[in-house]
């Protein structure tokens, strides 16, 4: 069974909504799953780092604010210089997902980071793999409907609680995306 680790910030519950997408996903496919909340002054509980050290892939996840991830993602990603140094993380897979309350929001720039994060550690990212939603018959509740190829990308309006975003298309993106990890992760341990 593959270990997966799912390492995230949110801000007002929205993102850990679509991380919790990401866990089941990857649990439905037969994972091992575990989550990490960044905590509001970014940092993991104790012994984090080496549990993330464990595992075979890496999710990572981040609202997006003023076009980049929350403050707290990236004082984990500083943070993570310890395992980088010692190339702890190296060939393990990585993925992500982002929130934000506009449709386009910068998200890609989000995703950029996270990717750019998992290179520094040597990992190999894995995409949505999803093609697009963008006919006119489409809408939010449609599977990535948002297009993200590179990572799963959610929307959750500025006066949306987490009871009501992100909606039911950015969930199931967020869901086929931990599917997807857990699928690769799986074939990588035979």
Same mark, same amino acid.
Do not use: C, M
């Given at each position: 069974m593959s270990k997966i680790a799912i390492v995230y910030f949110s801000g007002y519950g929205h993102t @850990?909504?679509?991380? $919790? &997408?990401?866990?089941e996903g990857a649990a439905a496919a037969g994972a091992e799953v575990t989550m990490y909340r960044i905590d509001a002054e970014g940092n993991l509980p104790d012994g984090a780092? +080496? &549990?993330i050290g464990a595992a075979d892939a890496i999710i990572y996840g981040s609202p997006t604010y003023m076009g980049g991830p929350a403050w707290q993602f990236k004082k984990f990603a500083d943070a993570s210089s310890k395992p980088w140094f010692v190339q702890a993380w190296k060939n393990k897979l990585a993925a992500g997902f982002?929130? =934000?309350?506009?449709?386009?929001? +910068? *998200?890609? #720039?989000? /995703?950029?980071?996270?990717?750019?994060? !998992?290179?520094?550690? %040597?990992?190999?990212?894995?995409?949505?793999?999803l093609m697009p939603a963008n006919t006119k018959a489409h809408g939010p509740s449609d599977v990535n409907?948002? %297009?993200?190829f590179a990572g799963a990308l959610a /929307? !959750?309006? #500025?006066? @949306? =609680?987490? +009871? $009501?975003?992100?909606? !039911?298309?950015?969930? $199931?993106?967020?869901?086929?995306?931990? *599917?997807?990890?857990? $699928?690769f992760a799986a074939k990588l341990a035979k």
């Open positions: @850990a909504k679509q991380a $919790e &997408a990401v866990h780092f +080496d &549990a982002t929130n =934000s309350a506009s449709v386009n929001g +910068d *998200k890609f #720039s989000t /995703i950029q980071y996270l990717w750019t994060l !998992s290179q520094q550690h %040597a990992q190999v990212w894995v995409g949505t793999g409907w948002t %297009a993200g /929307i !959750s309006p #500025s006066d @949306a =609680s987490p +009871d $009501e975003a992100p909606r !039911s298309g950015d969930l $199931e993106t967020a869901r086929l995306l931990g *599917k997807r990890v857990a $699928e």
